[in-house]
Structure formats: structure tokens, C-alpha cells
């Protein structure tokens, strides 16, 4: 291990990959401000650019600066001016803006960096010491089990929906799964379901399903809805930057609990940012007593914290599956992994056996990362902040042009815009109906590794015996199905007690 | 019926044509034989596609939370306040830019397309928005062609 953190020092404080953190912070920084785009789309944007500097390690490098600087742009827009960029920076509005109305906007992105800055170096830390013990454990996984592997990651997406919602995001999962479908066939590669279209044959091209998917519908809601994220009022009262001992002692054990807590949410696969940042914030909300609770949503330094602590925690955490097993635990690390990918790496346990450099050099590059960012946003927040009153009416034509390039370049195939439109009316059309569109993106991105794997046991086996015959693909399979089956089961048990109890008066 | 039962309809027939497709799939002839077939796993998820929208269609709307989605919550009921005129004019200026971006050339078709989107919105200072656009396509045509090195036409078909 000693050796590979070694190597990874090498790797990550090379001139070149120096440079690409300090980049990818910034334009992160700079994109995630920006209402509408969060760390999803950046990093679809800045794929394209990875790839061609076709150094996995540097590639991965200045992607991984983008996400940190991206859900920290995001907090900037959500304290400053009420517009979350990113989803996992929702949690930090509640007590952000509150603060910034108050006229302690520069105290509230203090605290915000500060403890981002935490919950960040922490999870990297963790990561050090939780990623090689994963990953020996995953060495034993063949194709199998990767399969039942697959399944928990998509069944564990849809348990975390939300109440009503799982069967929605199954649905959309298998949409992704179906989409995966279409290009080559497992094993043979034939062409398969192109309707005859050589554009199809290739597949969807996944940078232009996720712009698709998340950036389009972004961009279609601002024109929608222009008081979506009102680019008003900026920087106008960025004064108070200090924090005080006091202020210090009080937020100290809400950032230790929460960089832990993020932390493990963030290694679960399907859990991330979003829900680490909202379950920190309402475990806070618990802990805290008497007038600490009442100042909850009313500028509590508290309640900025919690979700500032457990995002960049969860963001260091969803590293974990992504490096160790090959699985992304959210979105992002869904386009990730397509970027791996495509950079001609496979993450998986031989990742740190077969290309330790990459493995370690990242990590390494995010303490870096973080140590950037602190000097990043302490000094340079009031200039920072200007961006966003940029007019609507300019911002909105470059997101929409972003978008259509990044897609373009991808493949240099006008066919592949067309695409895009199509693709992005449809997925603002199923985000009107409330359905979620990130299982669709990580149920697309993992369909074809997990036919690949089931074909490959099913043609081991010569059947489908593997599945009860190996203890550990019936274990993972059953808390698959488990992890579907038990919160509906929760949820309607609930409901039948409540029933109960009011016909029982 | 709310929007998100009628996707679930209309995705119950994708999911059917979808499964006919995959039944009908031509196998190689040496594939035949085999355990797992190319068309295995889509018959699965079409069957599976059929159940999930069912279960969307048939369960009557629970209360969701809504804490997840604050971002992306939307009201229908408000969708006549929304500018949907806009939204479509932009989508169209999209699908013509993605025509027109081959034969009429990367710095010209993205001038107008963001002149273009902008005026949609009601930009009216064209004294500022052009100049704005132009330099904005300059600088992405050379990052793309001249630093990533991904070659994109920039002049119209009848210039080059």
C-alpha cells in the first residue's frame, strides 16, 4: 500500500497533472455556479477534452477536480442567490440563503468551504483505508457475481427513489437497460435492433444520452420557468468573511459526524451527494436541541454544514465502488466510469493490482483538490459570484450550444445532434411526469457489462444453476431483491398500521 | 389520467413492439445452439418493462415526499404561466442548427444559432449580442479544432 501511495504522489505531482487539478477545480467552480448545469453535464462537457489528453491517470485527474469544484460551485449559486446548480447543494440553501439574506453571505461560503474542505479530506482519508480492503474482498468475484453485483446497484438505485417512486425508477431503469441493447449483441456483436440505421450500429453514444438526459431538460426549464434560478442580486452584501472560535466549536462535531456519515452513504451505490447532503442535514436537524433546532432554516451555521460536510464526503465515497468494483454509486460517477472506459481502462478489482498509478494518483489528487479549492474560493468568492448575473438571454443560448457541441464532437456526426433534440424533449416530457432520469442513464451504462457478465456465467454453466450454486451470487441476489422488496414492504405496512389504528378508535 | 400514467401506456407498447422484435431477432446460425441467445436478455426486459408500467398504471398516486426532487419539481398546474412558445422555438432553432451546422459551416451556423436563441428569448441589443457570439464561437472553434484537434468545417460548403 506504502508503495502505491508513493507512486501515486509521483503520478499526481507531475507539472502536468498539478496543472489539471488546479483546472478542473476552476472550471467546475466556474460551470457549477451557474444554474443548470451541475456536476453531471460539466463533467458530459469535459469528457471529449479528457479523452484526448489520453492519459487515463490525468484524464481521471482533472475529471475528478471538476466534480469537487463542480458541487462546490453549486453551493456558491444555492447560499448566494437561492439557485441550487447542482441537486446535492439543495440541502445547503436551506440555512445558506437564510444567512446571505441576512447580510453573512461571506461567512456562510467560509463555513461552506471550510467545511467541504473537511468532509472531502476526511472521505479521502477513509477511502485510503476502505478502498484496498473492498477491493480484496472483490477479488474473488467472477463473472457471476459481477452480474449479481450489477443487480444490487441497480436495485439499490431504485430503493432510494423515494416514496412512491420505485416502481418509476425501475421503469426507468429498464428503459436504460433497453436503450443498452441496441448497437451489437453480447458475445457476437451482430448488429442488433439498429432498424437498419448505421448511425445505431455503434449504439447511443452515452455523452450524448446524459446531455440528453440532464443538461436539455436543465436548459428547457430556465426558459420555461424564468424564475427558475433568477440570476439577480449577486454579490451585491459579500462582507463578513471571518468565522469565530465559537462558531468554530460549534460546527467542529457536526463536521466530524457528517464527513463519516457522507462518507458511507456515498459508498453506497445509488446512495450520493443528493441524499448524503439532505440525510446530514436532517440528522443534524434530530441532534440538535431546543433553540439549535429552531434556528434550523433560519441561517443556522449547523444546518450550512451538515449538507456542505456530507456532500464532498459522499462525493470521495462514490469513488469507492467506481474504483474498487467498477460500479458508479451515482450519476456522475456513471459518466465516470463511461470515461474510463472509453480511455480504454477497466475500474474493477484489477484496477489496483493492474494500473496502481491511476488508482493512487487519484486519490492523491484529491487531497489536492481540496487543498485548491480551499485557497481557490476563501479569496477569490466575491469575483467568483459576479457570473451570475450574467443576462439569462446570453446564458442560456451557450448552455444550449454546449450541450449540442459536446455531443457533436463526441462523434462528428450531425445525426447524433438530431439525436439529442429527440432524446432531450423526451426527458423533459418523463421529468414534467416526475419520473427520476438518473436510473435511466445507470441502468444504460450498466446494461451492457451486465449482459456481457450473465452471458459469459450462463455460457460457463451451461445454464442458469450459477445463480443458487454459488453462495455469493445468491447473496448478492437476494439483497437485490431485498433491497426492492423491503421499503415497499416498510411503506405498506406503515399504511396498513395507520389504517389500523384509525379504525381501532 | 395524470402524464405519468400515460407514459406508462405509451411505454407498455414500446415494451411490446420492443418484445416482438426481440422475438422475431435473427440468429446466427451458430448461435442457436447456444444457452444464452442475443435476444435472451431484451425479451427479459421487455416482459419486466410490461410489469413496472403496469404497476405505475394500476397503483393509485401515493404522496411522494418531494424532498428529493426539489430541484426538479415542475407544476403542471401552473403550465400556462410557462413559456412554452419560447421552449419550442428554441428546440426548432436546435433541430436547425443540427441540419444546417454541416453545409453551412461551424462559425456561421453557431453565430446564428446563438444570435438566433437569444433574439427567441428577447435580446433585443443586437449591437451586443453579435459581438458576444462571435467571440464566443471563435474561442470554443479554436479549443475544439486547434486544441483538441477535432476537425469542425468553419466556413460554408460553397467557401471550401
Known amino acids: 500500500m506504502l508503495e502505491g501511495i508513493l507512486l501515486g504522489l509521483q503520478t499526481a505531482f507531475s507539472i502536468q497533472n498539478l496543472l489539471l487539478v488546479v483546472a478542473g477545480c476552476l472550471i467546475g467552480t466556474l460551470i457549477g455556479m451557474l444554474p443548470g448545469l451541475g456536476p453531471m453535464s460539466i463533467i458530459a462537457i469535459m469528457i471529449p477534452v479528457a479523452i484526448t489528453i489520453g492519459d487515463p491517470s490525468a484524464a481521471l485527474i482533472l475529471l475528478a477536480g471538476v466534480y469537487y469544484g463542480a458541487i462546490f460551485g453549486g453551493s456558491t449559486s444555492s447560499i448566494l442567490i437561492n439557485a441550487p446548480g447542482v441537486a446535492g447543494t439543495v440541502a445547503t440553501s436551506f440555512d445558506g440563503y437564510p444567512m446571505a439574506r441576512q447580510g453573512k453571505a461571506g461567512k456562510a461560503l467560509t463555513i461552506a468551504a471550510v467545511s467541504s474542505f473537511a468532509g472531502g479530506t476526511v472521505g479521502a482519508i477513509l477511502l485510503m483505508g476502505f478502498a484496498p480492503a473492498l477491493s480484496t474482498v472483490a477479488l474473488l468475484f467472477h463473472s457471476a457475481e459481477y452480474f449479481a453485483l450489477m443487480v444490487v446497484g441497480l436495485s439499490a438505485i431504485a430503493a432510494f427513489a423515494g416514496t412512491g417512486k420505485v416502481a418509476k425508477a425501475l421503469m426507468m431503469t429498464v428503459i436504460g437497460l433497453i436503450l443498452a441493447t441496441v448497437g451489437e449483441s453480447a458475445l457476437f456483436n451482430a448488429p442488433r435492433f439498429t432498424m437498419g440505421l448505421q448511425d445505431l450500429q455503434s449504439g447511443f453514444s452515452f455523452v450524448t444520452l446524459a446531455m440528453a438526459l440532464f443538461a436539455l431538460p436543465e436548459a428547457l426549464y430556465l426558459v420555461l420557468d424564468p424564475k427558475r434560478g433568477s440570476s439577480s442580486g449577486g454579490s451585491a452584501a459579500i462582507k463578513e468573511l471571518g468565522v469565530t472560535r465559537d462558531e468554530i466549536k460549534t460546527i467542529a462535531p457536526v463536521v466530524g459526524r457528517q464527513s463519516i456519515q457522507g462518507f458511507l452513504i456515498g459508498v453506497m451505490p445509488g446512495a450520493g451527494a443528493t441524499i448524503a447532503s439532505f440525510l446530514g442535514y436532517a440528522v443534524e436537524r434530530n441532534i440538535a436541541k431546543g433553540a439549535d433546532q429552531e434556528a434550523f432554516g433560519k441561517g443556522s451555521i449547523k444546518g450550512l454544514a451538515a449538507p456542505e460536510t456530507a456532500n464532498n464526503a459522499a462525493c470521495t465515497g462514490s469513488f469507492v465502488p467506481l474504483l474498487t468494483l467498477g460500479i458508479p454509486g451515482s450519476g456522475t460517477t456513471a459518466i465516470l466510469l463511461g470515461a474510463l472506459i472509453a480511455l480504454n481502462v477497466n475500474p474493477g478489482p484489477r484496477l489496483m493490482i493492474d494500473n496502481p498509478s491511476i488508482f493512487w494518483a487519484v486519490i492523491i489528487s484529491m487531497y489536492i483538490g481540496n487543498v485548491v479549492l480551499l485557497i481557490l474560493n476563501l479569496p477569490l468568492i466575491p469575483y467568483i459570484a459576479r457570473l451570475l448575473t450574467v443576462p439569462r438571454n446570453y446564458l442560456i443560448p451557450f448552455i444550449l450550444f454546449f450541450t449540442m457541441i459536446g455531443a457533436y464532437i463526441g462523434q462528428n456526426n450531425a445525426t447524433e445532434l438530431l439525436l439529442l433534440v429527440g432524446l432531450g424533449v423526451c426527458a423533459t416530457i418523463l421529468r414534467f411526469a416526475d419520473y427520476p432520469l438518473a436510473p435511466l442513464l445507470i441502468g444504460f451504462i450498466l446494461g451492457g457489462m451486465m449482459e456481457n457478465n450473465f452471458a459469459r456465467a450462463v455460457n460457463l454453466t451451461d445454464g442458469i444453476a450459477f445463480m443458487y450454486e454459488r453462495p455469493m451470487t445468491l447473496a448478492l441476489l437476494i439483497i437485490g431483491v431485498l433491497l426492492i422488496v423491503l421499503p415497499a414492504y416498510r411503506r405498506r405496512r406503515a399504511r396498513d398500521l395507520q389504517k389500523g389504528v384509525a379504525q381501532g378508535d | ?160
Open chain 2, 1 to 160: 389520467m395524470a402524464l405519468d400514467k400515460w407514459i406508462a401506456v405509451i411505454f407498455i407498447v414500446i415494451s411490446l413492439i420492443y418484445g416482438y422484435a426481440s422475438y422475431t431477432y435473427p440468429l446466427l446460425p451458430f448461435e442457436r445452439n447456444m444457452v444464452f441467445l442475443p435476444n435472451t436478455m431484451p425479451l427479459v426486459l421487455s416482459v419486466l418493462g410490461i410489469i413496472f408500467a403496469l404497476i405505475i398504471v394500476l397503483t393509485p398516486k401515493a404522496k411522494t415526499d418531494g424532498e428529493g426532487d426539489a430541484l426538479g419539481s415542475i407544476n403542471m398546474s401552473q403550465l400556462r404561466e410557462y413559456k412554452v412558445g419560447q421552449a419550442l422555438a428554441l428546440i426548432g432553432a436546435m433541430i436547425l442548427y443540427a441540419v444546417a451546422l454541416r453545409p453551412v459551416g461551424f462559425i456561421a451556423a453557431t453565430t446564428l444559432f446563438l444570435v438566433g436563441t437569444g433574439w427567441i428569448l428577447g435580446e433585443r441589443k443586437l449591437h451586443i449580442m453579435i459581438p458576444v457570439a462571435l467571440v464566443g464561437t471563435g474561442i470554443i472553434w479554436f479549443l475544439v479544432e486547434q486544441a483538441l484537434g477535432i476537425f469542425l468545417r468553419p466556413l460554408p460548403w460553397f467557401l471550401s
